[in-house]
């Protein structure tokens, strides 16, 4: 593979220190933040009840 701006060739570097030490910190993340998601999808399936004002100002108005 080359680069497109200077031509020359690309090298993968996979290996090095700071490639691995953010995948490292990745793998972390996705662990610490797993409890987050199950959560989250646990939700996506809640209904929650219509939110109607008006009968909150019927009632307030009614103890007038």
Request: with cysteine; charged share 25%; net charge negative.
């Amino acid at each position: 593979m080359f680069c497109e701006i200077c031509h020359a060739e690309v090298v993968d570097n996979e290996d090095a220190e700071s490639v691995q030490g953010s995948k490292d910190r990745m793998q972390r993340f996705n662990s610490q933040m797993r409890f987050i998601r199950e959560g989250l999808q646990k939700s996506e399936s809640m209904v929650l009840p219509q939110y109607v004002i008006l009968h909150l100002l019927i009632r307030s108005c009614a103890s007038c």
